[in-house]
């Protein structure tokens, strides 16, 4: 595994768990914050911690902040602050910036400013919890980033026939990267490969193409 370097805005309990955990993994993490009793709190669980403003431009450039492999902006209710640290950390040359937002408008706001992935920590394990009560014959869900995940779901009599007639790749966008029938797997499954009610599919696709699939099989 590559060690990357990692610098963490904002120390609150989300910011906190994204720092440490990555230093755990063995990355080097720099964390900062305004606030001196969260630097001092993670002082000893990082690489590096240090009291910073990350919402002055010139804070940031003091710190390279355009030389690290990740940037997590995890600024919580200040928004203000969390758009100018996404701004200023774009424009200072960070390759890859993630960013928290509170809601859906800072959500629009952030992906406009340039920031490469936002996230709604509240929302999204919302989603993925009601999802998983809703569908619990989708066994696990890895979500990779960027919208794309890999989920599986069983096949019903809405998929019967082969995959080629299927064409789920054309109607749904997703991709059929296995299927598991009476504990054998088939993997990177050909054309003439048939579906049965009951088969194991995992699929690869956005959220928005399986959640249409999922439509159509009236889960």
């Not at 990555?22 to 630097?39: Q, S």
């Not at 403003?53 to 928004?79: M, N, Q």
């Not at 082969?162 to 054998?184: E, M, P």
């Amino acid at each position: 595994m590559k060690t990357k370097q990692c610098l963490v805005i904002g120390l609150g309990r989300f910011g906190t768990a994204v720092a440490t955990t990555l230093y755990e993994m063995g990355h080097e993490v720099v964390a900062i914050d305004h606030n001196e009793e969260n630097v001092e709190r993670v002082m000893n669980l990082v690489t590096h911690a240090a009291i910073v403003d990350a919402s002055e431009e010139r804070a940031l450039r003091a710190i390279g902040v355009g030389d690290f492999d990740v940037v997590v902006v995890a600024i919580g209710t200040d928004v203000q602050a969390n758009i100018l640290a996404t701004m200023n950390a774009k424009s200072l040359g960070a390759s890859y910036v993630v960013t928290k937002a509170v809601d859906e408008m800072a959500r629009r706001v952030l992906e406009r400013i340039g920031a490469d992935l936002v996230i709604r920590p509240e929302h999204d394990m919302g989603v993925r919890l009601a999802r998983q009560i809703a569908t619990p014959n989708i066994v696990d869900t890895l979500d990779l980033g960027g919208d794309h995940a890999i989920v599986e779901i069983e096949a019903n009599e809405r998929l019967k026939g082969t995959l080629r007639d299927l064409n789920l790749t054309g109607r749904f966008g997703v991709q059929i990267i296995a299927i598991s029938r009476a504990g054998k797997i088939e993997v990177t499954p050909r054309a003439e490969d048939e579906l049965r009610p009951h088969d194991k599919l995992v699929l690869i696709g956005t959220s928005h193409n399986i959640d249409e699939l999922r439509r159509y099989l009236g889960e």
